[in-house]
């Protein structure tokens, strides 16, 4: 059923695109992904549409106050973070640096609906920047919003396909989905991107438990170990 929905999608889409539609063009590639993120045809017309759409002028803040607000961050003083950056957005509605920003300090604050905001936001202004989908779709997750969470891990890597920490985040999604095989895959293409990937290979461990591969299971717990030997869990 999935799939007859995105070859739908697709086909619409590319009707658009014919008519030089390009923002309807595109929203649709883009729900096409949320269906079936591993369509080739539509990450590789996402990827074009995207990158021969006009980039929107950003205009950032000084390099000095941006400099103080990732200063804040780093020092984990996240409520002044949002304050800030919250205030300068005002006055530099279209700086994406702001906005992921302000995302990813709301985030850690556990303030989901804020962050979602401020990765939207961020990739609305740089349609190219591969972070704001994949710190989008960790929001998502968090709030147990997994197929929008699967569809913002597939923009980001349809726009980075070497993007090995959104290949882990994606099989984590599809972990809890209960899509063992694909959270499986997923797992592996992040370590066949980052060899000493400790995360993706204690995550594929786990997945490979969760599918009765307990022999498997064990040799990624193994290499996980090998690569981070302070991992308790």
């Known amino acids: 059923m999935a799939e007859r929905t995105a070859d739908q999608l697709l086909k619409k889409a590319r009707s658009h695109e014919a ?106 202004l740089n349609p190219e920047f591969p972070d704001a989908y994949s710190n989008l779709g960790n929001a998502y997750k968090a709030q147990g919003k997994l197929s929008a969470a699967v569809g913002s891990f597939a923009r980001a890597l349809a726009l980075k396909p070497d993007f090995a920490e959104a290949h882990n985040n994606l099989g984590v999604v599809f972990q809890d989905q209960g899509k063992l095989d694909d959270a499986v895959e997923s797992f592996k293409r992040a370590i066949q991107l980052k060899r000493d990937y400790a995360a993706a290979h204690n995550n594929l461990g786990s997945a490979l438990r969760k599918a009765g591969r307990s022999k498997e299971a064990v040799a990624s717990y193994r290499r996980a170990l090998k690569f981070d030997s302070t991992n308790a869990e």
């Open 19 to 124: 008519k030089r539609e390009q923002d309807e063009a595109r929203r649709l590639y883009e729900a096409v992904l949320e269906t079936a993120p591993g369509s080739r045809q539509a990450h590789q017309a996402f990827r074009a549409l995207t990158r021969s759409r006009k980039q929107v002028m950003v205009l950032d803040p000084p390099k000095d106050v941006l400099k103080q607000i990732v200063v804040l961050y780093n020092q984990r003083r996240l409520d002044l973070v949002v304050e800030k950056a919250g205030r300068l957005v005002k006055k530099f509605p279209s700086s994406f640096v702001l906005w992921n920003i302000i995302g990813a300090a709301s985030a850690q604050l556990g303030q989901l609906d804020r962050a979602i905001e401020g990765f939207r936001k961020a990739s609305e």
